[in-house]
Structures are given as C-alpha cells and as structure tokens.
C-alpha cells in the first residue's frame, strides 16, 4: 500500500469548490514530514504549486490552500476555471523510509 | 532564471543502460540538492533519488539500489542520471527537480526540467 494516498479523480463545475485529499499510510503516522502539492498539465512537468502545508510560490493564485494534520493533507482550489485541470500530487518525506514520496495523483476535470 | 535543461530523447535496448543530463543555471549549483523523478506513461510520480551537488554524496530510491548512479559535474554545473540493466518497464519521462530554498523551504521542489523520454525497447 502506498505511503500517501489519493482519491485517483474528483470533478467540479466552473466557479465551485473541490477538495482534493491525501491520507497517509497508518504504519507510516509520525514519519512524514511537511506535504507538497503539485500541479501537472498534460504533456508537462510537475509545478509547484502549495509547499510545507499551506504556502503558495509567487505567482501561484490564492484560489489555491491547503491543510495538513497528523494523518492527512488537503488541497482546496476554489473558484474552479477551466485551466485548473489537470493532475494534482501530494509529495512528502517519509523519514522511516529515508525517501522521498508521491501521492498516486488524482485527476481533476472542470 | 532558474532553469534546468535536459538532454535529448533517447532509446535504448533492454539490459543496456542510460545516461540523462541536467543542466543547471541562474542559480549556485552547489547548494540545492537535486533530484529524479520518473514517470511511465499514463503512471504517476516516482522519487528515485538526489544527489547534493556540493559534495557528491547521493541517496537512492531503494526500488533502483544497485542499477541507478547520479552524479555531477560542477565545472559545467551538470548533474547526470544512469540508469542500468534497462527494462521495458523503465520506459518513462524522467525530470531533474531542485529543492526549494531562501522563501521556498520544506523539502519542496520548486523547479523542473522538462522532462527526458526514455524508451526501453528491442
């Protein structure tokens, strides 16, 4: 099972809400450090788009936030636009492993 | 800017192995470390490991122990990625990433290299 696990999809109409979650593995609570989200458009790199819980790189619209708490973490994009789909991925260090970890991604569509 | 520029496509044979560069600019190459990530087509994204370009010293993805050496050239300000004893299933794009540093902090990686298409195929 994976370390950071992700719902592999979620939708949502132009203007609304949707969360985005990523759980972490139960045999791995208390090792994973500060949660990263990132933001993939087809055919592209991964971006940057929340770091070490809820902080947004310049340029990264305040549409975006995210949580973190002992056993999971959520990215929440309000307002949705047409340009917010694409894949999403948590990302994380798990100090028990001694590595670095993805959440599986989760497809979003608008 | 910041910018990290790949090589070029490459297609290998199973068993042989492959040699992906990274280079680097607009920042001190020396004090990031930097990393890999892969990426099999319609897959997620997979840490195989980084390399600190100040002193060499690398940490691996257990998954690749053994066929996988990262390493740098700091006089071009490069950092490389082989992989060996190559398998379909290593066919994939993979990115050099940088670990985020001075605003930016937590392990994150803030910028990326577009990507490197590796085809393993007979």
């Known amino acids: 099972q994976s370390v950071l696990m992700q719902p592999p999809s979620v939708s949502g109409a132009p203007g609304q809400r949707v969360a985005i979650s990523c759980t972490f593995n139960s045999s791995y609570i208390g090792t994973i450090h500060d949660v990263h989200w990132y933001q993939q458009r087809p055919g592209a790199a991964p971006k940057l788009i929340i770091f070490?819980?809820?902080n947004r790189p310049s340029g990264v619209p305040d549409r975006f936030s995210a949580s973190q708490s002992g056993t999971s973490a959520s990215l929440a994009i309000t307002g949705l636009q047409a340009e917010d789909e694409a894949d999403y991925y948590c990302?994380?260090?798990?100090?028990?492993?001694?590595?670095?970890?993805f959440g599986g991604g989760t497809k979003l569509t608008v | 800017q910041v910018q990290l520029v790949q090589s070029g496509a490459e297609v290998a044979k199973p068993g042989a192995s492959v040699k992906v560069s990274c280079k680097a600019s607009?920042?001190?190459?020396?004090?990031?470390?930097l990393l890999w990530v892969r990426q099999a087509p319609g897959q997620g994204l997979e840490w195989m490991g980084r390399i600190n370009p100040g002193n060499g010293v690398t940490e691996y993805a257990q998954a690749f122990e053994g066929r996988i050496a990262m390493t740098r050239d700091r006089s071009t300000n490069t950092a490389y990625l082989e992989l060996k004893n190559l398998r379909p299933g290593d066919t994939a794009h993979y990115y050099c990433?940088?670990?985020?540093?001075?605003?930016?902090?937590?392990?994150?990686?803030?910028?990326w290299g577009r990507g490197t298409l590796v085809t393993v195929s007979s």
């Open positions: 990302q994380s260090y798990a100090s028990s492993l001694r590595e670095s970890v």
């Open positions: 990433a940088k670990i985020c540093g001075g605003a930016c902090y937590g392990g994150a990686f803030d910028v």
């Open positions: 070490a819980g809820d």
């Open positions: 607009g920042y001190s190459f020396s004090s990031y470390y």
